[in-house]
């Protein structure tokens, strides 16, 4: 495409306004204009667009789609409940689009979206952050040259602050889940149990999430995934009992020693090269891992702006290379997927095969 790409972003100050900076990254990235802001809400839309810089600004994103026809559209509103709606009418109008997390709802709204970007070979980007982080491949060159032998089991757990239970899981394991795909490959089933106040969930225990979720339930979760190759993955979150220094993260662990990594664009990561685990009876270090590697002072500086940033650039290179972007529709419908594996395994009471053959959301089919 000659020219700057034309971006608009979609908002709504009501509902989750522009989610975790998926409106203002653009400004960073010299081959995009801003041109357009949609935001029902007219307070909401007269301050991003006047903080923008953008040209035009509309109550309405589908009337903005069709005057403005952007090259890329940023859809920023943290509530899910509209995430289908608005991904659809931009895959339909063939535009590419970078997406805040959770990416929608069940899996019947993944499918859809996947179709409609299969269809009208449109580009979408995931805003997982932790993935574009240039740690990530530091810690799978580490692991494919064998620093920690063979990959056992990932351990995952989410903030388990108030959110503990069903709603970190959907809000904040996605990041996590999002990584045991990238480091262990794809899910063939997985075994899990829900709690709330230490009792297996039925259908009264399930309410309407916060933020447009939808249907969840659990205060406690505990979940088990085979991997390919055999590898076993773990999450677990448990309302109100969160670490401090945070547990929020990712371990790796190996037959020769661990790698933990928490979320976040530049996160904490670091390898203790210990087969025991045990760094009090090895004697063993835990030793930092930075962007140019294990002991090395981290050269960048960086946030989750930053993360969306990079994202961006990448979203748009894999539209002139024409790829998928690094976190695309695939990596976020199969987030969405293992978090459904989580009811679904509950709700039938045994190890359920992935895919999975139900794209309802589990919980509404409780007895």
Known sequence: MAGKY???VVGDSDCGGYGHGIDNCWL??????????????????????????????????????????PDIVGIGPRWVDQRHEMIMAVAERGIHMYVEKPFCRNLQEADDIVAACEKHDVKLGIAHQTRYSPKIQVIRDLIEDGEIGHVLELRGRGKEDGRGGGEDLWVLGTHILNLVHVFAGEPNWCSARVLQDGIPVTKEHVYDGNEGIGPLAGDNINAMWGMDGGVTAHFATHRDRAGNPRRFGLQILGSKGIIE????????????????????????????????????????????????????????????EDRLPEGNVYEARMAVEMIASVFESHRTGCIVP??????????????
Not at 30 to 46: H, K, M
Not at 48 to 69: C, I, N, P, S, W
Not at 354 to 367: A, D, F, G, I, V
Request: charged share 20%; hydrophobic share 40%; net charge negative.
């Open 354 to 367: 992935m895919p999975l053959e139900n794209r309802q959301n589990p919980l509404t089919l409780l007895n």
């Open 6 to 8: 034309r971006v608009a």
């Open 28 to 69: 960073e990235i010299p081959a995009t204009q801003i041109v357009a802001v949609a935001d029902p809400v007219e307070s909401g839309r007269a301050d991003r667009v006047q903080a923008l810089g953008a040209e035009q600004g509309f109550a309405d994103y589908r009337e903005m789609l069709d005057t403005v026809k």
């Open 261 to 320: 990594i928490v979320a976040g664009y530049l996160p904490l990561a670091n390898i203790l090269k210990d087969p025991s685990w045990s760094p009090i009876r090895s004697g063993q270090q835990w030793e930092p891992i930075s962007s140019a590697g294990v002991g090395q002072p981290e050269p960048l500086q960086g946030d989750n702006h930053d993360g969306n940033v990079v994202a961006c650039r990448d979203l748009i290179q894999a539209i002139e």
